[in-house]
């Protein structure tokens, strides 16, 4: 049975691919900063330090796991105007976002040379391409998965694709603490999701609909892609 390694598996995002491929058939090696429930084979530990990703190859190699794809989700957010930017925050979140998916990268390429049509799908957002006021540190990290995917897409071609997903709002207790910053979280909401094209934001099942599609033989003649799945956010505005 072939396995999946998903990074912030703990999360609104990563519970709901995780369950998509369990569903699916896959094993799910789930991994985060906390308790990570629903798999059947967990790991906590800051994904950014190699210590966590060397615990996640014994695991692998005590269990002969064949692992087919590796999903970076795992990340964090973080809000300050530039000029009150603090730079133990910045590089904290360029931890997170970025060091931590070439960890796993890193550590993780070596299984899935293993297995034929092994592929990475890292979380990136729309946010890498729109710009948001306030979240410059975020917005910069997600270019930076952008670059990443792509760069990859060609130093581990052909044995593994490595594709990314740039969602749009998603309800989640990442995107729901967003919305609770502002003074007025009912009245944004609305603003929100009459900023998208089908008038709502997304649900984490939709968004693992895709990770799954871009980790699967379905999408077998793609790499270096950014697929975005936006609800039409980009396009109305």
């Keep these: 049975m072939k396995t999946v390694i998903i990074t912030g598996a703990a999360g609104g995002m990563g519970g709901a691919t995780a369950a998509l491929f369990k569903s699916r058939g896959f094993q799910v090696l789930g991994t985060d900063n906390k308790e990570v429930p629903g798999c059947d ?18 695991v692998i190699e005590q269990n002969r ?6 999903i970076n989700i795992a990340g964090r957010n973080y809000f300050d105007l530039i000029t009150e930017a603090k730079k133990s925050e910045w590089l904290n979140m360029f931890e997170v976002n970025v060091v931590a998916m070439v960890m796993g990268i890193k550590h ?15 979380m990136s957002s729309i946010s890498a391409q729109i710009g948001t006021s306030g979240y410059a540190a975020y917005v910069a990290t997600k270019g930076a998965v952008d670059s ?66 871009l980790a699967s033989e379905e999408s077998s003649f793609m790499t270096g892609s950014i697929v975005t799945a936006d609800g039409g956010y980009l396009i109305k505005n």
């Design 148 to 213: 990443l995917t792509k760069a990859l897409s060609l130093e581990l071609a052909p044995e593994i694709r490595v594709n990314a997903v740039a969602p749009g709002w998603i309800e989640t207790p990442f995107t729901v603490a967003g919305l609770n910053l502002n003074p007025d979280p009912v009245a944004y909401r609305k603003t929100v999701e009459g900023m998208h094209a089908l008038n709502r934001v997304g649900t984490p099942d939709e968004i693992a609909k895709v990770i799954y599609f």
């Design 41 to 58: 084979f967990a790991v906590t530990g800051d994904v950014a330090d190699e210590a966590t990703w060397q615990k996640i190859s014994g």
């Design 65 to 70: 796991l064949e692992i087919s794809s590796l």
């Design 108 to 122: 993780m390429t070596p299984f899935l040379r293993k297995v034929k049509g092994a592929s990475i799908v890292n």
